[in-house]
């Protein structure tokens, strides 16, 4: 039976793994942000009468984006002209005339309330949770590929504090995604 020599790390391994940590840092970082918006810690504080919603994606709980004009807090009840009269927020509950608090923050305009940033906060651990496993593979240089053993990717790392790093990041991050669902769902 012929010996498998471990694998060797390759400038395309190392540069696999920073894209997958930029790309979890991006994720974790927006959506750190959407949840605070939504839980009114950041932005501003409005209401948003729809005016149109439309059905996007694909699945049962497609996205659902709702159009309306949009009026900051302590706007006289919207009396005037809104701020933004073409303002978009993603939501599956709102229909045509509904009125809905909503925040404007850096990256559009969320629904409030605990409901939502515990979704939002629930991808941020996601986030963390790809971090968790782009980082062995920036650390060790070796790409996963056809033909290698899980277990072998990360045998240059094992007993080290970054595999230790790495383990426990994973473990919150998962521990965090399912009680952020749970707590959006119940909410």
């Known amino acids: 039976m012929p010996t498998m020599s471990a694998p060797q790390p390759t400038a395309g391994g190392r540069a696999a793994g920073i894209i997958g940590l930029l790309l979890a840092l991006g994720i974790f970082g927006v959506s750190l942000n959407q949840a605070a918006v939504a839980g009114g810690l ?6 948003l009468t729809v005016n149109e919603c439309h059905s996007g994606g694909a699945g049962r709980g497609g996205m659902r984006h709702c159009y ?6 302590g706007a006289e009840d919207g009396a005037g002209a809104p701020s933004d009269p073409r303002a978009r927020v993603n939501t599956r509950e709102a229909r045509p005339g509904d009125t809905i608090q909503v925040r404007k923050g850096s990256g ?3 629904v409030t309330g605990m409901g939502s940033a515990w979704s939002h906060l629930a991808f941020a651990f996601l986030g963390l949770l790809l971090g968790s496993a782009a980082l062995p593979v920036t650390a060790s240089g070796v790409l996963p590929r056809k033909g290698t053993r899980g277990q072998d990717l990360f045998t240059a790392l094992r007993g080290t504090r970054l595999a230790w790093f790495a383990k426990r990041l994973a473990l919150t991050s998962v521990a965090g995604t399912a009680l952020s669902a749970y707590l959006a769902w119940l909410l």
Not at 42 to 47: D, E, I, N, R, V
């Open 42 to 47: 950041l932005g501003t504080g409005g209401k």
């Open 68 to 73: 309306g004009a949009f009026h900051p807090a």
């Open 108 to 110: 559009g305009y969320v």
